[in-house]
């Protein structure tokens, strides 16, 4: 089945602890990029890459590091949680040609207390 | 810079009733638009997209959005709503040759019996 996989689901964490969260998907995709959504925001984009070693940032990324080694790997590192990113977290993936329709994976709570 | 307004953060509308979702846009050339619904502790699914064509695009679940260029709108419509549409929806626009989503804050629909 294609699909978007993220782990932890739900993570509590207190604050300074270096945390990931994985992300993977299996439909050979180039592009992945991550998503906090937050109350009355919608969702705004962190990082995304466009291929293996290539990232870049998106609209929020302080605070947050991404690599992208493997192809179907995209893992989300916080280095110094603080509670300011308390906050759902979406990762996606497209195709690189086309419409580039993004599929989600299921998110992943995340509290800092 | 693009963006996205959904002007509604909450409708209540009736099991049968129609529903429409408004989305206004802001971006300098042909965007690509989307419409997404996240069920309750669900991650994102893709009801529709539109990138040229047709300005009446059909989508899942008895779905339709009609684009409209002179009033920067893209809103979402569906004739007979049933119980399993209580949602959030969001609108997202990006540019046709990069990977950029921007979404909207998202719009809550109940739908009572």
């Known amino acids: 089945e294609a699909q978007v996989t993220q782990n932890p689901r739900y993570l509590i964490t207190v604050t300074g602890k270096k945390l990931t969260v994985t992300c993977s998907q299996n439909m050979n995709h180039e592009y992945m990029s991550w998503y906090r959504q937050d109350p009355g925001l919608g969702l705004r984009q962190i990082y995304y890459?466009?291929?293996?070693?290539?990232?870049d940032k998106g609209d929020v990324p302080e605070g947050y590091k991404v690599s992208r080694k493997e192809k179907r790997n995209f893992p989300l590192i916080l280095e110094s949680p603080s509670p300011n990113q308390t906050s759902l977290y979406f990762c996606?993936?497209?195709?690189?040609?086309?419409?580039?329709?993004?599929?989600f994976g299921p998110g992943t709570r995340l509290l800092v207390l | 810079a693009q963006s996205v307004t959904q002007p509604d953060i909450h409708i209540t509308v009736s099991e049968g009733a129609s529903l429409e979702l408004r989305c206004n846009y802001s971006y300098g050339a042909t965007p690509y638009l989307f419409w997404y619904v996240q069920s309750p502790g669900q991650g994102l699914q893709l009801l529709l997209k539109y990138f040229s064509g047709d300005t009446l695009v059909q989508g899942i679940k008895g779905f339709e959005a009609e684009f409209k260029r002179s009033q920067s709108s893209f809103n979402l419509r569906k004739p007979s709503v049933h119980w399993s549409d209580a949602a959030e929806y969001f609108c997202?626009?990006?540019?046709?040759?990069?990977?950029?989503?921007?979404f909207g804050a998202g719009t809550t629909v109940t739908v009572r019996a």
């Open positions: 997202a626009v990006g540019p046709s040759n990069d990977y950029k989503l921007s």
């Open positions: 996606a993936s497209s195709l690189s040609s086309g419409v580039k329709t993004q599929y």
């Open positions: 890459s466009m291929n293996v070693e290539v990232t």
